[in-house]
């Protein structure tokens, strides 16, 4: 009969994180505490996108739901380690004790970062099989991140300054106020996950309420489903600053002020044609009473690879080397996502399946200061 104790894998690469064209390296490690007969061991590697949600349209007494969906399919590839896929034949008895079986990917190019979201994901694994004859199969999965390069360099936009301005009337009973207006500026565009983003903002309060003020980094993530067709977009708050109430017929001008851009998916996600990733720096004035807010967003990129103008400045900042060498690009760590994890049983599920159940996608990460 055979009893399993343990079924896992391993990478070589203990951070588990690896780059579009890649090869992964690790061991499907078997333990048993008796022999077990079985078919084979093998391994696939898998990558994929989907996204999901569903709406409900009509009455609350009636109407029907709608379940959006689409799914990418980036590679699915599958090893034998042990038994018929190997030797040929039909069983095999593998003998008490823990058993490594080495395994090796070679990932595709240009694959899309990954991902968790709310309405979808970007996803990565390796599954492990052991195919028992007329018994249940005994499954593990680890999942690992793919980051993909997105270097700041590149982008002709990521060393300009960004701006927006915006403005509205508010209504009161049948009056009309004066308008609220509010300005945004950042620095530049582009930047690394462990930079800060320094904005100036101003706003003008002509109206008879009094308006708060704050500024927001957020996340703006389009899940576009397939079938039926139809897009749905998502803001997740990655950081806020309160500032003072702006009262009647006043203005205020923030300077200095700055969010520290934590551990993200780069932005676009390249190479996913189901999701889309968008960062943007937002001033948003709230009026008193019924009315909406005035939001004035200016877009910034998050990428994996520093502009060099930056690393240059920090350099100069932070120590002795002369402006004439060429600056040395700083070494990123890898940290989990903020999002924190994702549990990915309803994915894989099953009562004979191991392995990692929750995940957390990790991204390069600078530590500049």
């Known amino acids: 009969m055979g009893k399993l104790k343990s079924f896992q894998i391993d990478f070589d690469n203990v951070q588990g994180v690896?780059?579009?064209?890649?090869?992964?390296?690790?061991?499907?490690?078997?333990?048993?505490?008796?022999?077990?007969?079985?078919?084979?061991?093998?391994v696939s590697c898998v990558g994929k996108a989907h996204v999901g949600w569903s709406e409900h349209h009509g009455g609350a007494n009636g109407g029907h739901t709608v379940h959006y969906w689409g799914n990418e399919r980036y590679f699915d590839n599958t090893v034998p380690l042990f038994g018929k896929g190997l030797q040929g034949g039909d069983e095999y008895n593998l003998p008490p004790g823990q058993h490594a079986f080495p395994f090796s990917f070679i990932l595709p190019p240009n694959l899309p970062s990954s991902f968790e979201g709310k309405h979808g994901y970007v996803r990565y694994k390796i599954k492990g099989t052991i195919d028992r004859p007329w018994r249940f199969d005994d499954h593990t999965v680890r999942p690992f991140t793919v980051l993909q390069t997105l270097d700041l360099n590149q982008e002709p936009?990521?060393?300009?300054?960004?701006?927006?301005?915006?403005?509205?009337?508010?209504?009161?009973?049948?009056?009309?106020?004066?308008?609220?207006?509010?300005?945004?500026?950042?620095?530049?565009?582009?930047?690394?996950?462990?930079?800060?983003?320094?904005?100036e903002a101003s706003a003008q309060n002509n109206s008879r309420r009094v308006c708060g003020m704050f500024a927001e980094l957020v996340m703006v993530t389009s899940y576009h489903a397939q079938t039926p067709r139809k897009t749905r977009d998502r803001k997740d708050l990655i950081n806020r600053i309160q500032h003072q109430d702006l009262t009647p017929g006043h203005s205020d001008v923030w300077s200095g002020e700055r969010f520290v851009i934590p551990p993200l998916a780069p932005s676009y996600l390249a190479g996913c044609n189901i999701i889309d990733i968008k960062y943007f720096v937002k001033l948003v004035i709230?009026?008193?009473?019924?009315?909406?807010?005035?939001?004035?967003?200016?877009?910034?990129?998050?990428?994996?690879?520093?502009?060099?103008?930056?690393?240059?400045?920090?350099?100069?900042?932070?120590?002795?080397?002369?402006?004439?060498?060429?600056?040395?690009?700083?070494?990123?760590?890898?940290?989990?996502?903020?999002?924190?994890?994702?549990?990915?049983?309803?994915?894989?599920?099953?009562?004979?399946?191991?392995?990692?159940?929750?995940?957390?996608?990790?991204?390069?990460?600078?530590?500049?200061?």
């Not at 939001?295 to 502009?307: A, N």
Request: hydrophobic share 30%; aromatic share 10%; proline share 9%.
């Open 286 to 369: 709230d009026p008193s009473g019924p009315a909406f807010d005035l939001e004035v967003p200016v877009e910034i990129i998050i990428g994996t690879i520093p502009l060099q103008s930056a690393v240059q400045q920090y350099q100069q900042m932070h120590s002795a080397t002369a402006p004439s060498v060429p600056p040395a690009m700083p070494t990123p760590t890898y940290t989990e996502s903020i999002w924190g994890p994702t549990n990915i049983i309803k994915d894989e599920g099953g009562d004979h399946t191991q392995g990692q159940m929750e995940f957390t996608p990790t991204y390069s990460y600078y530590k500049w200061s």
């Open 157 to 199: 936009l990521a060393n300009n300054s960004g701006g927006n301005q915006n403005s509205k009337f508010l209504c009161c009973l049948c009056c009309k106020s004066g308008p609220i207006e509010g300005t945004v500026t950042v620095n530049r565009v582009g930047y690394v996950p462990g930079e800060s983003v320094y904005f």
């Open 18 to 42: 690896f780059a579009p064209g890649q090869t992964i390296t690790g061991r499907a490690v078997v333990d048993l505490e008796s022999e077990m007969k079985m078919k084979e061991i093998r």
